[in-house]
T-cell receptor, first 111, second 114 residues
């Protein structure tokens, strides 16, 4: 079946290092992708999105890369800070279909 | 920055009872959603709502569930005859239009069925 999944369930990084969180998707019809950050006790918080006609998009300290050939999405966080510790979800959408979330990766920042 | 607000933050209910979870979406948004997240699992879509009717629903959203927009600001999820397995975080989300636009989420209601 079609699914959105993550390669690594947990990631630990030193403060100041760059983080890379990966996501695989299997629905080739998906045309919109979002990264969400979820802190403990909070709802998913929008970080960055990318449409399928792009392969890279940058925000403040974050970059999303999309490789449609291998159906892979990644989130890069530059100079990771303790406040970046959270669970990160990728989500995909095809047309007006509901958002499909991946399982999440827990990012732990070591001070 | 405008945000989606949900009440209560925590709801404890006896099995078999009915619960109503409340949400106030962002004021100019037109599309509304409910999601569920069982502890430690991914966020799962329940239902989307537009123009006062359900536009899509998942297999989870069976006859036990209903949604309503009783006035111009609130969006509610009613769960009848609650079961132990209904225990989860329930998130409301909204956006201005469907399709390629991020949905904005509230902080959720933790529902605990005893």
């Amino acid at each position: 079946g079609e699914s959105v999944g993550l390669h690594l369930p947990t990631l630990s990084v030193q403060e100041g290092d760059n983080s890379i969180i990966n996501c695989a998707y299997s629905n080739s019809a998906s045309d919109y992708f979002i990264w969400y950050k979820q802190e403990s006790g909070k709802g998913p918080q929008f970080i960055i999105d990318i449409r399928s006609n792009m392969d890279k998009r940058q925000g403040q300290r974050v970059t999303v890369l999309l490789n449609k050939t291998v159906k892979h999405l990644s989130l890069q966080i530059a100079a990771t800070q303790p406040g970046d510790s959270a669970v990160y979800f990728c989500a995909e959408l095809s047309g007006n279909t509901p958002l499909v979330f991946g399982k999440g990766t827990r990012l732990s920042v070591i001070a | 920055e405008p945000e989606v607000t949900q009440t209560p933050s925590h709801q404890v209910t006896q099995m078999g009872q009915e619960v109503i979870l409340r949400c106030v979406p962002i004021s100019n948004h037109l599309y509304f959603y409910w999601y569920r997240q069982i502890l430690g699992q991914k966020v799962e879509f329940l239902v989307s709502f537009y123009n006062n009717e359900i536009s899509e629903k998942s297999e989870i959203f069976d006859d036990q569930f209903s949604v309503e927009r009783p006035d111009g600001s609130n969006f509610t999820l009613k769960i009848r005859s609650t079961k132990l397995e209904d225990s989860a975080m329930y998130f409301c989300a909204s956006n201005f239009r469907a399709g390629n636009q991020p949905q904005h989420f509230g902080d959720g209601t933790r529902l605990s069925i005893l």
